[in-house]
């Protein structure tokens, strides 16, 4: 065969399949739609759920270790800046 007429075939089955694949992407979203509506509050409140409980753990964490290992103060901290002297 042709290479030119190779690539030409190439370029239309490439062509069709993002097609196709397209139509089905956009049919399988229509489908979500229809089937769970716009607003699908479940999911939307178990996500709210999960997030507010990681951030109550890292709170939780944290305040652990603080407890655990005090931090350690850096002298420099409480240092009066030069030409601040009074």
Known sequence: ???EFRAKIARKVLAALLAVGTVAGFASGFHDLRRHGCHAGSRERTFEDRVAATCVRAAENARNDHERAPRQRDPRENATP???AR
């Open 1 to 3: 065969m042709n290479p």
């Open 82 to 84: 030069p030409g601040d």
